[in-house]
């Protein structure tokens, strides 16, 4: 294990920013893969993003931007996949190659549409991703308040576990401090999950459901999480940890959060496909709800969750929010 990683990042958004901006103040070197010519020009000149957070100002010296995936990664020792997971498979589908042998990181909140998969299980099955040398960073941590250095809580989730420490401390600085764990596959489904809980916390504030209304939702919420996760994934876990009930609670409630939003504009009468184009950034539970509803439904036993049921009614087949939430009313408690 290298003395000084040089890390990759793969993905131009916000969190890939946010990320990077970790890395560079704590001094590593990023090699970091971005879509676009100009974006990439941007920021090796400029040290900023033009797209996302714009206020963070990175160290030229340590940063070099390319649209070059394979450049990105050459000679790196750690790689973060920070793309949406609706892009995760046009990426790297014929490049299955691209990752082997590679200590990959994950920090996409999402389910990769065209297999209905979380990501480890998509890069183990498809892009020869060891287990041994694979995890998961989440947690209640918006971009934008990393920008602004405002303290935040990662968790690094991983088997690997001297790899799990090294990025732990490669992290860790006086805005960020970083947990760790093993329940890779459990911190997994709690981020995917928690953005289809927070679409509903959306669209039951957009229907002028009520600040009590909320706190049951929530709670309710993560009951239904600890279900799903059990079945998937069963071990024992504190779903009281920052990673999954935190990671909820900042989700359904934050002005940041995007899909939060996208269950507002679900209740003002907007459709998927209009908000899908109207968003700047991808709300990862419209395009999780449907594999996650899947999952849920194909168990010998049916998971109870009428949360998940009730996004998925408006979402997948297109039912009046204000039905299906007078129903979802009545199923809490």
């Keep these: 294990m290298p003395t000084k990683p040089i890390f990759g990042v793969i993905g131009g958004g916000s969190f890939g920013t946010a990320l990077t901006k970790i890395l560079n103040d704590n001094g590593y070197p990023v090699q970091w893969y971005v879509h676009e010519e100009s974006v990439a020009n941007a920021i090796n000149a400029t040290g900023k993003n033009p797209n996302y957070l714009k206020e963070v100002s990175l160290n030229t010296d340590l940063v070099r931007a390319s649209v070059s995936l394979s450049e990105s990664l050459d000679g790196v020792s750690v790689v973060f996949l920070v793309v949406p997971s609706a892009f995760v498979h046009s990426l790297l589908h014929d490049r299955k190659f691209l990752l082997k042998d590679q200590v990959v990181f994950s920090a996409i909140k999402g389910i990769v549409p065209e297999t209905g998969q979380v990501i480890q299980e998509y890069l183990i099955d498809h892009c020869n991703v060891s287990e041994k040398t694979f995890g998961v960073i989440a947690g209640p941590a918006h971009a934008e308040e990393i920008a602004l250095e405002h303290m935040s809580y990662l968790t690094v989730a991983s088997n690997a576990t001297p790899w799990a420490i090294m990025i732990?401390?490669?992290?860790?600085?006086?805005?960020?401090?970083?947990?760790?764990?093993?329940?890779?596959?459990?911190?997994?489904?709690a981020a995917v999950l928690k953005n289809v809980y927070a679409i509903a916390s959306g669209i039951a504030d957009g229907l002028d459901f009520g600040d009590n209304f909320q706190s049951v939702l929530i709670s309710n919420a993560i009951r239904e999480m600890k279900r799903f996760?059990?079945?998937?994934?069963?071990i024992k876990r504190n779903i009281n940890h920052s990673a999954y009930l935190g990671d909820l609670l900042v989700t359904a409630y934050s002005k940041h959060s995007r899909n939060r939003q996208f269950g507002l504009l679900l209740a003002q009468g907007k459709t998927e496909n209009e908000i899908k184009q109207s968003m700047s950034m991808v709300a990862e539970g419209a395009f999780a709800v449907r594999p996650l509803y899947a999952i849920a439904k194909k168990q010998d036993r049916k998971l109870k969750t009428p949360i998940l049921d009730a996004v998925y009614e408006v979402l997948a087949n297109q039912q009046d929010p204000q039905k299906i939430f007078e129903a979802l009313k009545l199923k809490l408690t």
Excluded: F
């Design 168 to 189: 732990q401390q490669a992290l860790s600085n006086h805005y960020v401090k970083v947990n760790l764990t093993v329940d890779s596959i459990g911190i997994e489904y």
């Design 229 to 234: 996760i059990s079945r998937v994934h069963k």
